[in-house]
C-alpha cells in the first residue's frame, strides 16, 4: 500500500489534534485509537504482509474443485479427491527483505563531527559509544525488518 498525500504520522497527529483528550477521558480516547488502528485496512494488510514473511502464502489455502452431483442430481461444485493438489512455496518475501536490511543496516553505525579536533562532540561520542553494543544493533535491525515487511516499525523509548 502506497501512501499518496499526506503520511502516517501527519494523518495520526491530525486525529490527535481533531480527537484531543480534552473532552473526555485519556484513557477512552486511547482505546478508540487502537481500536479503529486494529480495525483499518492497513492493519489487515500489515497481517497479510507479515504471514508472507514468515511463508504462510496463501496458495496454502488453495484447494482444487470438479464439477459433481448433490443428492438430487444438480451439478454442485465440489472439492476433489482424485486430483492432486501439490503446492509449492517459496519464500522471496524473507529473501529480499533479508537483501535489503543487509544492504542498509549491515555495518555498524559510524559517528563523526563537523570538525576534526572537536572535543565536546569526542566526549558526546565515548558516552553514546557504551549504548551502540550488539543488542542495539539488532534492535534497529529488527525495526528495520519490521518497518520493510509492515510498513511500519517503532521503538518506544
Given amino acids: 500500500m502506497f501512501w499518496i498525500g499526506q503520511t502516517q504520522t501527519e494523518i495520526i497527529s ?39 514473511y514468515k511463508n504462510e502464502n496463501d496458495i496454502l489455502q488453495k484447494k482444487r474443485y470438479v464439477i459433481g452431483k448433490d443428492a438430487q442430481n444438480n451439478p454442485v461444485l465440489m472439492e476433489s479427491k482424485v486430483l492432486s493438489n501439490n503446492k509449492l512455496c517459496h519464500n522471496f518475501m524473507k529473501k529480499l527483505t533479508r537483501q535489503k536490511i543487509a544492504y542498509m543496516l549491515g555495518k555498524p553505525f559510524t559517528l563523526s563531527a563537523n570538525k576534526e579536533d572537536d572535543a ?38
Fill in 14 to 52: 491530525k486525529q490527535i489534534a481533531d480527537d484531543s483528550p480534552q473532552g473526555r477521558e485519556q484513557t477512552a480516547f486511547l482505546t478508540s485509537v487502537i481500536s479503529e488502528f486494529e480495525n483499518s485496512e492497513f492493519r489487515k494488510y500489515m497481517d497479510i504482509a507479515w504471514r508472507y
Fill in 120 to 157: 565536546r562532540a569526542e566526549e558526546m561520542f565515548k558516552l553514546v559509544q557504551e549504548y551502540f553494543g550488539k543488542e542495539f544493533f539488532k534492535l534497529i535491525k529488527n525495526v528495520g525488518r519490521d518497518s520493510i515487511v509492515k510498513g511500519i516499525g517503532w521503538i518506544h523509548v
